[in-house]
């Protein structure tokens, strides 16, 4: 990792309880990710991967341990955070949807407007601008919300698995979407997925998480440069390996989990 610390994670841990149970999803989880550095973080289902995020977005408390997040300037959001569905608001138009963060703001409408249809062209939604959530396609929807959150330019972008429920072709075209506008803005990004095969696409460090609770196990720093393809990514003899390294750290983790 090189470059300015913008996001820095020291020995946090988050217990939930219920009643007289109690129930660790993160422990003692330390890291630290470079401004502009696009990390990913894969592990098993419960493994406290969303609840780290959370805390980050500042949706959750942590039990104990300490996060920051460097700011360069108090006129942006410190974060903004994606969600796998249900991102986007139903009763406001597309344009609306993408330029609501701003407008919570109280920016200036014409910046507020160049912002909005900047990002629109960018993920391919100017021409249905006037229209409403319920008369878009699943991949539109989530365009709608990487749109929102790039136009909103906050310090870092958190994303919890957009595109986890879209179909292969759509994934595709969405992963070389955000590609390319966080090959303009470097945002600092943490994302959230469950395909081995994206994390090595988009990331340029992948940090293992362990099951349940959730520990960091490895940190892997993607081989080939960029710009890659997917194509690139599968053809490769170096991030082959890498791909069954993480596939058997998967499926040990599962199998411990189970015992």
Known sequence: MGGNVKISVEDLTKVFYKKNNSVTAVKNVSL????????CLVGP???????????????????????????????????????????VIPWLTVEQNVAFGLNMRHLPKE?????TDYYLEKVGLSKFSKLYPKELSG??????????AFANDPEILLMDEPFAA?????????????????????????FITHSIDEALLLSDRIILMSAHPGEIIKEITVPI?????????RANVEMAEQFIAIWNHLQQEVQRSRK
Do not use: Y
């Not at 879209?166 to 943490?190: A, G, P, R, Y």
């Not at 440069?225 to 990514?233: D, F, G, I, S």
């Open 111 to 115: 910046f507020v407007r160049k912002q």
């Open 45 to 87: 289902s419960g493994c406290g991967k969303t609840t780290l995020l959370r805390i980050l977005a500042g949706l959750e408390l942590p039990s104990s341990g300490t996060f920051t997040i460097d700011s360069d300037s108090d006129e942006r959001p410190l974060q903004s955070m994606v969600f796998q569905e249900k991102g």
């Open 166 to 190: 879209l179909d292969e072709q759509n994934k595709f075209i969405l992963q070389e979407e955000l590609l390319s506008i966080w090959s303009e803005t470097k945002k600092t990004v943490l």
């Open 225 to 233: 440069p960029r710009p890659r393809t997917m194509e690139q990514v």
């Open 139 to 148: 991949g539109m929807k989530q365009r709608i919300s990487i749109a929102r």
């Open 32 to 39: 630290q990710i470079a401004e502009g550095e696009f990390v």
